[in-house]
C-alpha cells in the first residue's frame, strides 16, 4: 500500500505565532510521503519513515483548494487517487476521514488546541469494477457473466479469474459469489413454511433475510410436499451448502415441525430464537378468556416490553406485572425460554429485527384463482425475484448519505435525544476511549468495544443516545460506530447483483455424458396419490351437446315412446 503522510506541528517555541495562525484559522503542516504505517496488539497505530515538506492549512479552504495544495507541495502529484484522513486528540486507534469542506473544517477545528496534527494520505485501493460484471447464475458452480460465453467455457473462465481483483477489499478475500453474497447480508434468517390456499398440494420452506430498509430479502425456497420435521432437515442442509459458514448465524422461527434441534444440528454453532409474532400469537391464546379486553391488551403490551427489555432487571420488572395478572401465564413464559425471545438474555444478533413477514411478500407473487405446477411455481418466483432485485437497485441510486434512509431516520432519532446528556471521562481509562453518561441513571461507555451498558447498541447495531453524546464530545461520527449492513455502500451491493432466466433445456447437459454418475441427476419429485374420494370432481376441458330425447309417436320432447302418455287415438 502507498501512504503518504501530512504532519501538522506547532512547535512551543512558536506560541506567538501559534496564536496569530489561531486566529485566523491556519495551522502550519508538515507534509511526509512514503512512510507505513504499524499496529500494536492494543490497537494503536504508529507512522514510520517517509520524506518531509512544509505546508500550510488554511480552515476558509474548500476541500478542492487543499487537495490542489498537497499536489503542489508534493510536485504535482495526482491527489484524486489519494484518499485524507487524521486522528482525533488523544486518540490513535481510529482514522477520520476528510472528503469534503465540512470535513476539512473540522479537522483544523479540533486540533487548534493540540501540539501536533496529523493527517494521513492514503493510495486508495483500486478493488472496484467500472461495471459490474459478476453475477449470481443459480448455477451449482462459480461461474457467472454478464458477457455470453464461448462454448469452450473461455470467456467465462476469463471472468471468474478477476473475481478477487473485482470484489475483494484489503485484508478480505472471497472464495466466489456464494461467499461475496453472504458477506453483504446480515448474519440473520427468518425460516417459515408457506402454504399457498390454490397450491394445496405443494408447499414452501422459505428462509429469508432483512435488508438495510427493513424489507424482506428472500434467500432461499424448497418446495416440498408436506411441512415436516424431515423435509425441514434436508432445506436446512442445502440451506448450508449455499452460505458461508465462517460466522455465527442467527435464526428466527416458530419452531414448530422439529426446528429447535434441526437448526442446532445443522448449525452447530447458529442461535435460534423465536419469531415474534408467532409468540405473541401464541401468548394470547393462553389468555383467559373471562377478562376483559382491556386487561388482555396490558397482558400483551407486558410481554412486549419484556421482549424489547435490554436488561434482567428491566425483564424481572414486565414478568412480575404479568404474574400479578396470572402465575400461570408467568410460568408459561418462562417455561418457554426468555434466552430465546427476549432481548435481555437472547445471544445472537437480530439488529432490532423480530419478525419477518416473508408469507405476505410470496402470496402476493403466487395467483389465486389457479394452481401451478411445481416447474411454474419456482418460476414464478423467480420473475418476482427479478424484478424486486431490480427495483430496490434502481431506487437506492437515488439516495445520498451514508446510511440508507430508514436506518439514518432511527439514528436521527438517538440524536435528538442526546443533547440533553452529561458526559464524564474516566480516569481509569488509559486511552480515553471510556465515558459516564449521566441522564437518570449512570451508563457506561466503551468506544473500543463499541458497547453500552444500556446494551442498546449491542442490540440494535446503531450507536444509541448514549453513545452519540460521547461522539458529539470528542467529534467523532454516529456513522462510523453503525454496522455495515445499514449502509447504502452494502445495500446497493447486496442488489448490485442479477438473477439470470432459466434457459428452456429440454435434455439435460448431464444426460448427455455417458461418464455422469446417475446420482447427480436431479429427479423429479416423488408425488403420491392422496387417500379417498377426491373432495371435488375433475372438471371436464371438454365442452359436452347433448341431444333432446324425442318421442317417436306423439313427436314430444322429453320422453320416448315407452313412457310416453299421450292417449293413442283410433
Known sequence: MFIAFVYCMIDPCFTVQRKKLMGKGEIVAVLQ???????????????????????????????????QEISSTLNNLKVDHFAFKYFLPKNDKTLISISNDKDLRRMVEFHAESATTYIYVMKKADNRSKSIVAVD??????????????????????????????????????????????????????LEAITAKPNKQWKLLAAASIDGEGDVFPVAFGVVDDVNRENWHWFLEQLKSSLSTSRAMTFMSNGEHGLWDEVSSVFPDSHHGYCIESLIEEYKTQLDDAWTEEVRDSMVEHLKKAIYSCTADEFNQYIELVKGQSDKLADWLLEIKPERWSDAFFKGSRHGHYSCNIFGTVIEWLPSRYELSVVQLVDTIRCKLMEMMYTRRVSSNEWTGILTPAANQKLQEEVSKAHTLNVIPTESD???????????????????TWECTCRRWHISGMPCMHAIAVFERTGQFAYDYCVKYFTMECYRLTYAMSINPIPDIIVPPTLMDPTQSPATVPCPMRTRRRVGRPKEKPADPRIAIKRAVRCSRCKGYGHNKATCKVPITT
Open 33 to 67: 510521503i512514503g512512510g507505513e504505517f504499524t499496529t500494536d496488539a492494543d490497537g494503536h497505530m504508529s507512522y514510520s519513515g517517509g520524506e518531509a515538506h512544509a505546508m500550510l492549512v488554511k480552515s476558509d479552504w474548500t476541500f478542492g483548494a487543499f487537495k
Open 430 to 448: 488509559e486511552n480515553g476511549n471510556v465515558f459516564k453518561v449521566c441522564d437518570d441513571s449512570v451508563n457506561v461507555v466503551n468506544l473500543d
Open 137 to 190: 447464475s443459480g448455477t451449482p458452480t462459480d461461474a457467472f457473466a454478464i458477457v455470453p460465453t464461448t462454448e469452450d467455457g473461455s470467456k467465462r473462465q476469463k471472468v471468474c479469474a478477476t473475481w478477487k481483483n473485482m470484489i475483494t477489499g484489503i485484508g478480505q478475500v472471497f472464495e466466489g459469489p456464494k461467499e461475496f453474497r453472504d458477506a453483504l447480508h446480515k448474519p440473520l434468517l427468518f
